[in-house]
C-alpha cells in the first residue's frame, strides 16, 4: 500500500523552498479566480494561470504529467477532477473548480478551489463552502495529529456535519516534495488504517471532493475527466501543508492559513 512506502520528510530550509512554489500556486490561482465569469473559455483561464507561473520563472507539474495537456484542472458542475481546459464557456450557475501546481527549484505546490457563478443556486453555495470547511477542518486536525488518518476523519465529521453529501474515495490527497505526488496518501474519510505518523518534515496535500449525491465516480472518454456517476454537481478544494516542529503552515495560501486556523483555534507555525 502506498501508504506504507517511505516518506521524504523535509528540513525547514526545503520547506521553504516549497513555499516558494505554494506562493506561486496561490498568486496563478488568484488569477484564473479572478477571470471566471459567464464567456470564459476554461482555457483562457487556463492561459492566464500557465502566464502567472511562467512570468515567476516556475514550470507547470500538470502539463505533461502522463501526459496531460494542460496547466490547469477546470472541472464544471458534474465533473469532479482533471476536467481539460478547452472551448468550454463558463456560463451563469455553475460551479467551476480549478486546481493548479507549480515547481520551483524542483519543489512542488498543489492547490485547488471551486467557486460558484452568479446566480448562485444556494445547494452549490453551500456545497462550496463545506467542501472549503472540510479541507481546513482537515488541515487543523494535521496540526494536531498523530497519525494522517487523523486528517480523513476530521474531513468526513465535518461533511456529515455539514450536510447530505457524497464523498468521493476513489481520489484522494497525497505527499508533495520533489514530485507532485508521494506517499502517503490522505484519505478524506475515516478508515481503519490509523496511517502515518505525522512528524515534522511531513508535506501533504489534502484535498477533499464532495457532491450533492452520491460518491460514484467515472472518468469520461478523453480519459481525464472524472464526474459524478450520478450527475450530481461537485466540489474540490486542496492546500499543500507542511508540519514543522510547532505546527503546520499551509504552503499554497498566502498567510500560511493564519486566518482560517486562528478561526478554528489553531495557530500556524513560525516559518521565518
Ligand atoms: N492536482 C491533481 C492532484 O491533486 C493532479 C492533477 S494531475 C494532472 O493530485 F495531470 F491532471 F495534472
Ligand atoms: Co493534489
Known sequence: MMGRDRIEYKTPDQVRAMRRAGLVVADALAAAREAIRPGVTTRELDA???????????????????????????????????????????????IVSVDGGAVVDGWHGDSAFSVVVEPMDPADVALVAACEDALWAGIAALARAERLGEVGAAIEDAVRAAGDYGIVREYVGHGIGTAMHQPPEVLNYRARDKGARVRPGLCVAIEPMITRGGRGT???????????????????????????????????????????????????????
Open 48 to 94: 492566464i494561470a500557465s502566464g502567472v507561473i511562467a512570468g515567476a520563472g516556475a514550470t507547470s507539474n500538470f502539463l505533461g504529467y502522463h501526459g496531460y495537456p494542460a496547466t490547469l484542472c477546470v472541472s464544471v458542475n458534474h465533473e469532479i477532477v482533471h476536467g481539460i481546459p478547452g472551448s468550454r464557456v463558463i456560463e451563469a450557475g455553475d
Open 218 to 272: 467515472e472518468v469520461l472518454d478523453d480519459g481525464w475527466t472524472v464526474v459524478t456517476a450520478d450527475a450530481s454537481r461537485a466540489a474540490h478544494a486542496e492546500h499543500t501543508v507542511a508540519v514543522l516542529e510547532d505546527g503546520v503552515w499551509v504552503l499554497t495560501a498566502p498567510d500560511g492559513g493564519a486566518e482560517q486556523l486562528a478561526a478554528r483555534g489553531v495557530r500556524v507555525a513560525a516559518l521565518d
